[in-house]
């Protein structure tokens, strides 16, 4: 996933550590060094500079741990950077100082929810809502549906409540219950099209995107192209998890015996087949990548995406992503090494033989590269850029006519997807008119279809 990408995916979580942490730099009284600390600590974040960030909030803590405020600050900026354990201690420390304060109850109750601790999330949910006043937790819990909007417009925190329980309920799978939940606080209302909503927002910010698409799951059960859209989306961004359901419930309701097919197809090669991934685990690997790709930040991503493999050694992802960075560091046989770790974990897994394939093609081991990339596109058809290497490869090794035919299946896909690739027609009808030459085809890599574009 390119930088920009990841920072669109960072914007909600940048918007409530911006908050915390502007909070805690105005708290009063407070010594002067915790709060120009915790000022540094917010223009790093603003500025993109996380680690820098985090150094600043610890510093902010350590000077002034009796301040609630700068404890989840720090708390906050660890969790965003994927120290769980420090963010698990300073939220405790939090919470051990004012055990009622309701925003410190919440962020907990948020963590815990992340890393699958969903037990302790709703423990903290129940201490939220004893917060409030005696009328307006009948009123949460008994009111009709119709008195239910105004009630958690009224009282944000009740929302809250409300929006953790629906994704704890959705990531164990239970749907049904969540969407009864939807319903009757009127998250979702008869009568809406939720996933034409979500169509509408396909280009918009990912926390956008997200939002739509969680609507039309909850929704509109019977909207099995959008549920399954949903979960593609969520398997780029890296939620495996929430993305194998979505795609499970979007092969369940549909008609068509082809798209469950294929829906089946989806997951085994995907998604990792049954394969159980801790949300810890996930977790982890999506923040990884965030600090590989959008930081520069090689030591810690690769400290934590071997955390990820050492939670869930069947995740095929982090392997791919330890390969990537051997590869950018020069070390291709490390690299090499890691993507074949990949395959004994997830011998289906798609992309790890993609991107097997054309690391043998770069060091010029063709018949390898063959290997690997017929199997890519055995494993899946409609990838154009997984033929166009293949193609290549084979044109390599002197196997013109094999390389004719995957190279024209390919530009005949892709024409469908407006994407006419012209340096691969120009190279075919040069071919075609004079025949093979010394120069290998061209063998770009278009990223057309949703849900298969990253790993």
């Known amino acids: 996933m390119t930088t920009q990408a990841m920072r669109a995916l960072a914007s909600a979580i940048a918007l409530m550590l911006c908050t915390a942490l502007g909070a805690a730099a105005q708290e009063r009284p407070a010594p002067a060094a915790p709060s120009s600390d915790l000022d540094r600590a917010q223009a790093a974040f603003q500025a993109g500079r996380h680690a820098e960030a985090l150094a600043s909030a610890r510093r902010a803590a350590d000077a002034a741990p009796t301040s609630v405020r700068a404890l989840t600050a720090r708390a906050g900026m660890a969790e965003f950077m ?75 925190s009740l929302e809250r409540i409300v929006q953790i329980k629906l994704d704890i309920l959705t990531e164990k799978g239970d749907l049904e219950q969540a969407r009864r939940l939807a319903r009757a606080y009127a998250i979702v209302q008869p009568g809406q099209n939720y996933c034409a909503q979500a169509r509408e927002r ?67 090669i995907r998604l990792g087949g049954n394969r159980e991934v801790p949300k810890r685990a996930e977790q982890l690997f999506v923040i990884a990548r965030q600090r590989y790709l959008r930081d520069g930040d090689i030591n810690g991503a690769s400290r934590l995406f071997d955390e990820s493999i050492r939670l869930a050694p ?12 051997a590869a950018d560091l020069g070390d291709r046989e490390g690299a090499m090494a890691w993507l074949q770790r990949a395959l004994r974990a997830d011998p289906d897994s798609w992309r790890t033989h993609r991107n097997l394939g054309r690391l043998f093609e770069t060091l010029e081991r063709y018949p390898e590269a063959e290997m690997h990339l017929r199997k890519t596109v055995q494993l899946f058809g409609d990838d154009a850029g997984g033929r166009l290497a293949l193609a290549r490869v084979l044109y390599a090794q002197g196997k013109y006519d094999d390389f004719a035919k995957e190279a024209r299946a390919a530009v005949a896909f892709l024409a469908n997807w407006r994407a006419p690739m012209p340096e691969v027609r120009d190279f075919l009808a040069k071919f075609d008119r004079w025949g093979p030459g010394a120069a290998l085809p061209p063998a770009p890599d278009p990223h057309v279809i949703m849900g298969w574009n990253y790993d």
């Open 202 to 268: 396909a280009g918009a910010e990912r926390d956008e995107v997200f939002k739509a698409f969680r609507l039309a799951s909850l929704g509109q059960p019977d909207a099995a192209d959008c549920i399954w859209w949903y979960g593609q989306w969520l398997s780029d961004e890296g939620y495996v998890r929430l993305g194998r359901l979505m795609v499970i419930e979007g092969s369940r309701a549909t008609a068509s015996a082809e798209n469950k097919e294929s829906g089946a197809r989806y997951v085994r």
């Open 82 to 156: 994927g120290e769980f354990d420090e963010a698990q201690t300073f939220y405790d420390r939090a919470a051990g100082l004012a055990p009622d304060d309701a925003d410190t109850i919440y962020r907990t109750a948020s963590f815990t929810a992340r890393v699958g601790e969903y037990d302790r999330a709703l423990t903290q949910l129940d201490r939220l809502l004893a917060l409030h006043p005696r009328h307006v937790r009948w009123l949460f819990q008994w009111a009709p549906t119709r008195f239910q909007a105004a009630l958690l417009r009224d009282h944000p």
């Open 314 to 325: 069947a995740f095929a992802r982090p392997y791919n992503y330890r390969a990537m960075i």
